[in-house]
């Protein structure tokens, strides 16, 4: 005979009885725990403990969902710059973008502890897996970047790259390159949202419908206003819409995405240090989109030190989103509350529509 911790939270066994068959087919079996049904549980969920476990995600994790960002949109922006020939928007932003997307895959290394797990994801695409499409999507991204920014880097150095022969190669695919970059770049920036939303984390699966464009518009910000602080104001027009489209976008998909919220799931959003992310968010992506505003239809020093101080505030903005909205689903795990009052309104909502024969209604 074993014993547990929790054992002391077992309720008692009813005695057995002669001949009875369980659960299993086998005379004696008995259920262990009677069937829960969730409009039976209180606030405390089973005992008090939670009923979902949070992931072993920690801080690296949220970087990795920061620098994605950072790497799809300045992705998006590089392909742009290709297209309308500005030469040194280009330049800095499939830097950019291939910067970002190696300390991104260097941060979720971390957290993976080993290297070769990632090589390990690398060995399937499943299409309904957001984490193995999003790898695909990563290693896709990052060797067409990677290849653009590499003839970017050749140029800069007069063509002193030890490239021998592959250089006309390199000169021929580079275009082809850069615009494979762009085309991944929004889904890199938004694939994360959709891992977070598939999971039972109540915070993340109650934004699973408006996190992707909330997503989208933080790293639309973020790109921008790297661009900002990189890059002359004379080619950084398109950088400026784009930031300024994105702090559009980010507030009020923001605002829509909590209003449409359950209103208790949303509760980890606006509390602790997720609420402070959060709301600092909104306040720097203003500042910096009235900056970028301010700083557009001016020359010399002054539109150099607004744009990147308005650029900085754009990044920190968009950095302040993603860790808020990874802490605010990981704090939901620990309260069963966060699980178990939304799952009692969506079961009265359901019976209130009449629904009462599914596997839900039914339990």
Known sequence: MTSSEFDQFRPPRPPRKKGRRGAGGRRGDELMVPDAQVEHLGADGYYGHPVVKAPPWETPVGAYLVLGGVAGGSGLLAAGAQLTGRKALRRNARLAGLTAAGAGALALVADLGRPERFLHMMRTFKVTSPMSVGSWILMGFSGAVGVAAASEVDRMLGGRLPLGGLRPLLRAVEPAAGLGA?????????????????????TWNAMHRDLPFVFVSSASLAAGGLALITTPAAEAGPARNLAVLGVLGDVVAT?????????????????????????????????????????????????????????????????????????????????????????????????????????????
Do not use: N
């Open 255 to 363: 605002r829509v995405m909590e209003h449409r919220m359950d209103p208790v799931a949303a509760e980890p959003l606006r509390e602790g240090r997720p609420g402070a992310l959060m709301r600092w968010s909104e306040r720097l992506a203003i500042v910096g989109g009235a900056g970028a505003l301010v700083s557009g239809g001016r020359g010399g020093r002054f539109a150099r030190v607004a744009a990147a101080l308005s650029g900085a505030a754009l990044v920190g903005a968009s950095a302040c989103t993603r860790f808020g909205v990874f802490h605010a689903g990981i704090d939901s795990a620990a309260d069963p509350r966060y699980t178990i009052e939304p799952q009692k309104r969506r079961l009265a909502e359901r019976r209130a529509r009449g629904v009462t024969d599914d596997s839900i209604t039914g339990l």
């Open 182 to 202: 762009g085309a991944l770049g929004a889904p890199l920036a938004a694939y994360t949202a959709v891992l977070l939303g598939d999971t039972a984390m109540p």
